[in-house]
C-alpha cells in the first residue's frame, strides 16, 4: 500500500517522529491516522525501553516560577549529548517538568514520574519523557529537583 504523503505530513509535525516510523505506520495501519498515532506510540515506548540504560552526562538544569512569585520549581534533566540539550524540544520538556512539579507537589522523583501530565491526562510524566526519548533518540533521564514555597 502506498503511504499518503498529507497523512505523512500531518503526523510529521503532530509528533516529530522519523519519516522512516512514520511510513512504516501508516503502511501497517493502512492509512488509518489514529490507528498509525496508537502505533507510534506503541513502538515509541519499545524504543525508549531500550535506550533506558545509556550513559546520561548531559543536560540542563531549567527553573520555573509561578505568576504569583510565592512557587517555584528546579529541575535537573539529563541526556546523553550536549546537541540534545541544547534544543528547544528537550528545553521544553524540562520547563514543562518544572512547571508540574510546581502546580503538583510530587513528594520525589518516582511519584513525580507517576503522576498525571497536567496538560494531557492520558500521559503520565514518565510517559511524557519517554515520548521525548523517542523524538531524541537518546536516553533522557529526571535525576532531581527541588520544589519551594513560601
Known amino acids: 500500500m502506498k503511504t499518503d504523503i498529507k497523512l505523512l505530513k ?3 509535525n503532530e509528533t516529530s517522529v522519523s519519516i522512516v516510523d512514520l511510513r512504516k505506520a501508516l503502511e501497517e495501519t493502512n492509512n488509518d491516522y489514529k490507528k498509525a498515532l496508537a502505533w507510534i506510540k506503541k513502538h515509541g515506548i519499545k524504543k525508549a525501553e ?6 546520561t552526562a548531559q543536560g540542563i538544569i531549567e527553573s520555573y516560577i ?9 529541575v535537573e534533566l539529563l541526556c546523553e549529548t550536549d546537541f ?13 517538568i518544572a512547571m508540574q ?9 518516582n511519584s513525580l514520574l507517576k503522576q498525571e501530565y497536567i496538560r ?15 523524538r531524541l533518540g537518546e536516553n533522557i ?10
Open 66 to 74: 509561578h505568576q504569583n512569585g510565592k512557587v517555584g520549581a528546579i
Open 101 to 109: 512539579i510546581a502546580a503538583m507537589k510530587p513528594r520525589d522523583v
Open 141 to 150: 533521564v529526571l535525576k532531581r529537583f527541588e520544589r519551594f514555597e513560601i
Open 50 to 55: 531500550k535506550k533506558r540504560d545509556r550513559k
Open 84 to 96: 540534545v540539550a541544547r534544543t528547544s524540544e528537550f528545553k521544553n520538556l524540562a520547563h514543562e
Open 10 to 12: 500531518q503526523l510529521r
Open 120 to 134: 494531557d491526562p492520558s500521559l503520565t510524566i514518565q510517559d511524557f519523557i519517554k515520548q521525548a526519548i523517542s
